[in-house]
């Protein structure tokens, strides 16, 4: 098997496994890394066809065991929910949450087309795509729903960024220490935003040259308050984008035709909740961006951008 990456040699029993769940005649030729990753080791792997062709499949590798059954199992599960719903996801083609045949767990999915899009320029016309997306994700009703969602965050394990306003983020912690408020539940990705999500044509000028190709990373889908999914892709773009664009989101949101919490306290609630929870690991989010290409958007930036957008939503809402 041709390694076309340095770390992306797949494992014997892996690549056993793999090979056992394609066609007759296939066989795997080469392997790259996929960046971007935090929790998983992503690799496209290209198989040979009968005909002398080619086709690409993704390999998830779980790098926490501690979740990898749990979130192996949820995106097994929504990856065949989503099949057919128009929702535009990667095919499942194999999985194996407790490593029984593979090294480490895994998971085996068609690949999508499209590019994930993290630069600022067309975000005028990107934003409300992804709006009207994540409104799709949560129109859907399964049959079965995933479990109930999981709050990421406690009030006591709060970082405060340096330099940050401490009567602002006490006010903030005070607002996640009352009751979680009531909500209509509905099927949420969990970890909706621009890094997972694939644009095709994405650099094409106008709105009709911005499509959605590809929704990934379904491992932690969940049931729950449709606003907690807006505020998770809000604080994602506040960090890539600026403050503003985090306000913006939950707009587009609602003028795809998606509903929000009916009160500002109940608004502000979700979003602070998020924002507050993204401060326990902002370094860690920003290093696949950097790596991506946004060198710009360094621990201490993100952490700055973090504490504006605080101050924004509790000066807006609060």
């Known amino acids: ?17 793999v090979s056992r769940h394609l066609e007759a005649g296939e066989r795997v030729v080469g392997a790259e890394a996929l960046h971007g990753g935090i929790t998983a080791e992503m690799r496209r792997l290209t198989v040979g066809t ?20 749990d979130w192996l199992n949820r995106e097994a599960s929504a990856l065949t929910l989503l099949t057919g719903t ?45 709006a ?34 401490t009567a602002v983020w006490a006010a903030a912690i005070d607002v ?20 997972n999500v694939l644009f095709g044509d994405a650099l094409s000028p106008g709105a009709a040259g911005v499509r959605i190709t590809g929704v990934v990373d379904w491992a932690q889908t969940s049931w729950g308050p449709a606003d907690i999914d807006v505020a998770h892709c809000s604080t994602n773009l506040v960090l890539l984008h600026g403050p503003a664009w985090g306000l913006r989101f939950a707009e587009a949101y609602e003028e795809a035709g998606g509903a929000l919490a009916a009160t500002a306290s109940e608004r502000l609630y979700w979003r602070v909740r998020d924002g507050l929870a ?8 920003s290093r696949p961006w950097r790596a991506a290409g946004r060198t710009e958007l360094t621990a201490r930036a993100v952490e700055e951008r973090l504490d504006a957008y605080v101050a924004a939503l509790m000066d807006a809402l609060g």
């Open 132 to 165: 009207r997306q994540l409104v799709a994700i949560h129109a859907l009703r399964p049959a079965e729903r995933p479990p109930e969602y999981v709050a990421r965050t406690t009030a006591d394990t709060v970082v405060v960024p340096k330099g940050a306003d």
């Open 278 to 285: 993204l401060s326990e690991e902002v370094r860690l989010v």
């Open 50 to 69: 009968r005909d002398g062709g080619t086709r690409d499949l993704v390999l998830r590798t779980l790098v926490n065991a501690q979740h990898a059954k």
């Open 1 to 17: 098997m041709a390694n076309h990456h340095g770390t992306a040699a797949v494992q014997p029993l892996t690549l056993a496994w």
């Open 176 to 195: 996640m220490r009352k009751p979680a408020p009531s909500y209509e539940g509905r099927f949420l990705h969990r970890d909706f935003h621009p890094g």
């Open 86 to 130: 128009g929702v535009p996801a990667p095919g499942l083609l194999a999985v194996d949450p407790t490593a029984t045949h593979c090294e480490r767990p895994s998971l085996l999915m068609t690949q999508l087309a499209g590019l994930t899009v993290l630069d600022d320029g067309g975000l005028e016309t990107r934003v409300p795509v992804l």
